[in-house]
């Protein structure tokens, strides 16, 4: 910025994209105070280096909103987990469809979780049931990721088509 570039000559360009081609630093930092802007280095790297004319607080109040525009589109990496257990009523399980379409509908992954209490891991073709059944319920708005079980408890992982 300003006084701390240090180089002797640099490329200029304006506010506005225009060019002023190679000038010396004082010129341009001249230009600048002129403008009532500031002087930018853009490529440092480039022979001669890039500056630019900017408004600086402009210039991070639009990089601060570049950046938060972003993080808003990140958000389809969310993971929501459903939780359902073998022995689970029609009510609970209609619940737990609805939950989930409307997850995959805002374009949220889900997690779902088969938990198994006491005796009921001697019977895992429960738990697939189970899953089969929600994922036939899902099917036209979510595809089935991965399937696995560790331990005590069947996991199912579906991605928004």
């Excluded at 958000?75 to 619940?95: G, Y």
């Excluded at 209490?117 to 099917?139: M, Q």
């Excluded at 089935?144 to 079980?149: A, F, G």
């Amino acid at each position: 910025m300003n006084e701390k570039i240090r180089t002797k000559e640099v490329r200029l360009v304006g506010n506005e994209g225009e060019q002023f081609g190679v000038v010396s630093l004082e010129a341009a930092l001249a230009k600048a105070k002129e403008s009532d802007l500031d002087l930018m280095l853009v490529a440092e790297t480039a022979k001669p280096p890039v500056c630019k004319l900017v408004n600086f607080g402009q210039f991070k109040y639009q990089q601060q909103k570049k950046e938060k525009q972003s993080k808003k589109m990140s958000k389809a990496h969310v993971t929501k987990e459903l939780k359902l257990s073998p022995k689970i009523s029609e009510n609970d399980f209609m619940v737990r469809v609805s939950r989930g379409r409307e997850f995959l509908g805002k374009g949220h992954k889900i997690k779902i979780t088969v938990m198994f209490r006491g005796r009921e891991i001697i019977h895992p073709e429960l738990g697939h049931g189970v899953i089969e059944k929600f994922l036939e319920k899902i099917a036209d708005i979510g595809v089935l990721e991965s399937r696995s079980q560790s331990g005590r408890m069947m996991l199912a992982f579906v991605n928004p088509k």
